[in-house]
């Protein structure tokens, strides 16, 4: 089997290569038969990688250790859900995991666009397959998940080597959200290949109108909610798993995910301005082209071992192919928009300083300004060690200081943007428009004052979260009220009415609440505390208003692994709330790698959050750390309204809205005919 | 000069909105309303009184600002070892010190002389290490800038805003209105 999923990562190599070149012929020499070839010839790539990793996977699950792969990633007492998983538990299977993501987006936009687009679409083909021949050529020559073991004899010749079992699944990955947290951040940073295609090609074909944004705007758009998820996945995973009690660290490949997703943000946010007012185009290419790079970038971080992190795959010589594919890409990208600048003009003006674009322009500005921040904090121990040669580290007290303000900033322009009117707003209207938000905004703070809060970002965000959350509900509030009464309707059938009219807006509206409501659980991370104490059975530690007491002890064994557990009973003003029992987990692997098993009570106040660290020099104590993380559940519950948000925005729209008009078979098929004739 | 949709949604408003005495109350209730939605301010200051009385935030301050020097690259108070060989003693050293009175900074120069820059978890505030923490607003200005350029750049000369003519306000309003509901 491993020799089949070799040949197909060998063959989609040939196709998506040969694909690449006919897309390239068909579009330069107008050959449209040559340009159906290339579309199938992706296709039967995407085929043969599916088929590649199918039987990756069924390597995984039969237990096949004479694959080099199988062998670091599984062993036999793995639970199946997690030799499935284990296909991107290490940097081979991760890759080609990658590669399958990227054939299957590449065949779904070349199948999708099969009849529309026919100028554009060679182009289109050609850059998706760059892309997918780049980590196809990384997979099979330098990283190939169907490696097989061997070992050398003393004559120095070499046999098959099969061991007795494999070393297993990294025990930090065997959670839930850890398993579904890589495929839906690849769906992220890959996804970004799609609208940057799309760009290339009008580009390319100078073909610079609002139909490649149209056509992607759902692309990105689903790319960017994948991303996001991704993101709060490993926040959740880094939170439950990690066992520091925080969900966020700064961390180089958490940065990696961050950035195109900030990125992507203020492209969602700009593409808008170009469809209504022609503006913003050159930043708009820039805007897709550093998306896709960033995502590249994440993967070349994680990869190449440039920089520490608990997330990357040991160092691998892929770095040097990374760098030198992203300036290629780069540099090619950057001579098109330049070359074509006079197909890019802005085709209106701005109507006044004071209007929603300018508001979106600033905003671009912070969420660009966001990515520098992050970007530049990541690779500032590189830059520092490569002109210094002393390593220094840029960890989360250098973030938080430098993003905080700039989080606020932006924040605060959510909130004001919907406050101004597109074109131009008047001051009058802007006084009225302000009022209620300054109001109770003001009122907020001077409560929050009134109540001791002295941290003095805690008072500006929540300020801030009030201000915007009366905007979003002002918009709503008068919109629904002006339809209610011109429609006889009662208020709820208006606002859903009203909603589903204007998904995008309203949709976007229910997105940036889903941000404040995450701006508030962050704001909790100022009052955290935490305690680190050795129990015996009997005794009690005591954390804010909580009471833990340890009434048992318990160890066990399962298949993979051993496991100590203190049973601590929580009370708060006396009254039991529940039983924690956080673990700490030995796995039975070659390294015997330990994990800690947090056990939660979480409330919309609050979060007590237990880890059992282990037992004390003494052995007769069980050294129990735990916190109090005020507001984190709000993250969970914003990111669960940011995604409804994210729903609605994707929900079809009218029939015909939005969409290019599509050939029927036969008059593609005459289309056909008239091209071949030429 | 064209009137916005939002001017012309508000003097909708405008015409059913309350008196101004109706309007006062309303925000009066609004304010109540507000502060008595806001009992976890008076929850987080009571935490932060309590925190105030040990050692446990400038014990957490110094564990934040220094990194352990196990290899795991994390930040003491991220650490999750046990009995790791370097986070284990150093916050024993750091809990001692916080007790005897000695400042965070004080504690915290005691490590860097110890073990270096790279012990710290941000850069400092000195020679190439102040570019680390200058740069993104130094961007943030200069981008301001660029921004406010292009916006005075591309704002239409003042000649063409003229002001609509009162026949034509009507059909502008209808039409803003339609613009703005297919948004």
């Given amino acids: ?678 | 000069m064209l009137e916005t949709h939002r001017d012309s949604e508000l003097r909708l408003l405008a015409r059913r909105s309350p008196s101004g005495g109706g309007r006062k109350r309303t925000a009066r209730l609004c304010l109540i309303a507000i502060l008595s939605l806001l009992p976890g301010a008076g929850m987080v200051s009571t935490m932060l009184a309590q925190g105030e009385k040990d050692i446990s935030r400038e014990y957490k301050d110094t564990c934040d600002r220094l990194m352990c020097q196990c290899g795991c690259n994390e930040q003491l108070s991220v650490c999750a070892m046990q009995n790791c060989s370097s986070a284990t003693p150093m916050r024993a050293e750091i809990r001692e010190r916080l007790l005897k009175g000695d400042s965070v900074e004080a504690i915290v120069q005691s490590f860097v002389a110890r073990y270096g820059p790279k012990v710290l978890s941000a850069p400092t505030m000195k020679g190439f290490d102040i570019t680390a923490w200058i740069m993104p607003f130094l961007i943030l200005c200069l981008g301001t800038v660029v921004v406010v350029w292009i916006v005075a750049r591309m704002v239409r000369p003042l000649a063409a805003d003229a002001p609509p003519s009162a026949a034509l306000d009507p059909r502008i309003e209808r039409e803003l209105k339609d613009f703005e509901e297919e948004s």
């Avoid at chain 1, 990105?220 to 709060?232: A, D, K, Q, S």
């Avoid at chain 1, 520091?244 to 490949?253: H, N």
């Avoid at chain 1, 339809?483 to 807006?505: D, P, Q």
């Fill in chain 1, 1 to 678: 089997m491993s020799e089949f999923g070799n040949f197909c990562l060998l063959l989609a190599l040939v196709l998506s290569v040969y694909a690449l070149i006919a897309a390239i012929v068909g579009a330069v020499s107008r050959q449209h038969r040559v340009v159906r070839s290339a579309e199938r010839a992706a296709i039967a790539a995407c085929v043969s990688i599916t088929l590649a990793t199918a039987s990756m996977l069924y390597l995984l699950i039969t237990g096949d250790f004479s694959v080099s792969h199988v062998a670091t990633s599984t062993n036999r007492d793995l639970p199946i859900f997690y030799k499935i998983a284990a296909l991107w538990g290490a940097h081979d299977g991760s890759l080609l995991l990658w590669v399958f993501v990227t054939s299957i987006f590449s065949g779904a936009v070349i199948y999708q666009n099969r009849y529309r687009y026919r100028d554009m679409m060679p182009w289109v083909v050609a850059v998706l397959m760059v892309n997918l021949a780049f980590f196809l050529s990384l997979n099979f020559f330098l990283s190939n998940p169907f490696n097989q073991l061997v070992q050398i004899n003393a004559d120095g010749t070499m046999q098959k080597f099969l061991p007795a079992d494999g070393r297993g699944l990294n025990p930090l990955l065997q959670y839930w959200a850890m398993v579904i947290h890589p495929p839906i951040l690849y769906l992220g940073f890959i996804g970004f290949v799609v609208p940057f295609a799309f760009a290339a090609a009008a580009l390319i074909t100078r073909q610079l109108g609002d139909a490649w944004i149209r056509t992607t705007r759902r692309w990105t758009l689903l790319t960017w909610l994948f991303l996001g998820v991704g993101l709060i996945l490993g926040a959740k995973w880094a939170y439950v798993v990690l066992g520091w009690g925080g969900y966020w660290g700064w961390d180089p490949v958490e940065n990696s995910s961050l950035m195109p997703w900030l990125i992507a943000t203020a492209f969602l946010h700009s593409v808008i301005i170009q469809e209504r007012k022609g503006m913003l185009k050159v930043w708009n290419m820039i805007l897709v082209t550093l998306s896709y790079l960033l995502g590249v970038f994440g993967t070349f971080i994680t990869r190449s071992g440039v920089v520490s992190s608990v997330h990357t795959f040991a160092d691998s010589p892929l770095g040097t192919y990374f760098i030198l594919y992203m300036t290629l890409v780069a540099a090619a990208s950057l001579f098109l928009i330049l070359d074509r600048l006079p197909y890019l003009k802005t085709e209106r003006p701005l109507d006044s300083v004071l209007s929603r674009e300018s508001a979106f322009l600033f905003n671009n500005l912070i969420l660009v300004v966001a990515c520098f921040a992050v970007l530049w904090g990541t690779m500032f121990p590189v830059l520092s060690e490569w002109l210094r040669g002393a390593k220094i580290t840029v960890g989360p007290p250098f973030f938080n200081a430098v993003n905080i303000p700039i989080g606020m900033f932006l924040l605060f322009l959510t909130g004001v943007g919907p406050l101004f009117a597109w074109r131009k707003t008047s001051l009058e209207s802007l006084k009225k428009a302000f009022f209620w938000p300054v109001v109770l905004s003001a009122a907020a703070c001077v409560a929050l004052l009134a109540g001791g809060m002295r941290n003095f970002y805690s008072v500006i965000c929540l300020t801030l979260c009030v201000f915007v959350t009366v905007t979003i509900m002002e918009e709503f509030y008068r919109a629904t009220r002006i339809r209610a009464k011109s429609n006889g309707e009662n208020f709820l059938v208006a606002l859903v009415g009203l909603t589903l009219k204007n998904k995008r807006r309203y949709g976007g509206y229910v997105v940036h609440f889903g941000i404040v409501l995450i701006f508030i659980g962050l704001t909790g991370n100022a009052f955290n505390r935490e305690v680190d104490q050795a129990l015996a059975v009997g005794e009690e530690m005591e954390i804010g208003d909580y009471t833990l007491k340890m009434t048992d002890y318990k160890e066990g064994e399962t298949p993979t692994y051993l496991y100590g557990m203190p049973v601590l009973e929580a009370y708060k003003n006396g009254k039991l709330l529940r039983t924690m029992k956080p673990e700490k987990r030995f796995y039975k692997t070659a390294e015997q790698q330990s994990t800690t098993e947090v056990s939660l009570y979480s409330t919309p106040k609050e979060d007590l959050y237990t880890v059992y660290i282990g037992r004390s020099a003494d052995n007769r104590r069980f050294e129990i750390k735990a916190h109090v993380n005020p507001l984190v559940w709000w993250i969970w519950f914003g990111s669960a309204v940011m995604v409804f948000g994210t729903f609605i925005t994707l929900l079809p729209d009218r029939k015909g809205a939005f969409t290019t008009p599509r050939l029927s078979p036969g008059r593609s098929a005459a289309l056909e005919e008239s091209l071949k004739a030429r």
